[in-house]
């Protein structure tokens, strides 16, 4: 098994496994299962996990006598938001905002739909094998570009405030 920092499952420790693990969970889960998926005892489970909640990594969620783990999505924005500015300047931002909201726009004439699920959903009318995936590719790029596209906004509105509070003291 692959990481995303390239390392694979048999050299990685517990505490690692679980943690690579957790970054990944859209849907909350337990413990437990965490556990079975990284080959760690429940208990390592929990420890690691619940150091990830202190950390504003994970959030954790009582649900009937149950405890799940899930990402933190807020947190996880605004760490995003912080990488942009930290990383691309105004003009970059700015550039990147404009070129998704044109080629969203250009997919909405070419394929004279309103939302990727439309375009999907064309998807029905069609016998091309090719011109069905090129659809579920735009689909999947126009729905990532509709989720990057707020959290690049906030980056620029929010980009001299930030500049400001993140400049180091000469």
């Known amino acids: 098994m692959s990481t995303d920092s390239g390392h694979t499952h048999s050299s990685m420790t517990r505490g690692e496994r679980v943690r690579a693990a957790a970054r990944t969970l859209r849907t909350p889960r337990t413990a437990s299962w965490v556990a079975n998926e990284t080959d760690a005892s429940v208990k390592t489970a929990q420890k690691y996990l619940e150091q990830l909640v202190e950390d504003n990594v994970l959030r954790k969620i009582e649900q009937g006598d149950q405890t799940l783990y899930c990402v933190d999505q807020l947190m996880a924005t605004y760490r995003e938001v912080a990488t942009l500015q930290r990383e691309h300047d105004r003009e970059e931002l700015t550039t990147s905002l404009e070129s998704m909201r044109t080629q969203i726009t250009e997919w909405k004439t070419s394929y004279n739909v309103e939302t ?24 999947s790029k126009w729905e990532h570009f509709a989720d990057r596209i707020p959290i690049v906004r906030a980056a620029l509105n929010e980009y001299d405030w930030a500049a400001e509070r993140d400049a180091l003291p000469v």
């Open 116 to 139: 990727p699920g439309e375009l999907r959903a064309s998807i029905a009318d069609l016998d091309d094998p090719d011109e069905i995936e090129t659809r579920r590719e735009i689909a």
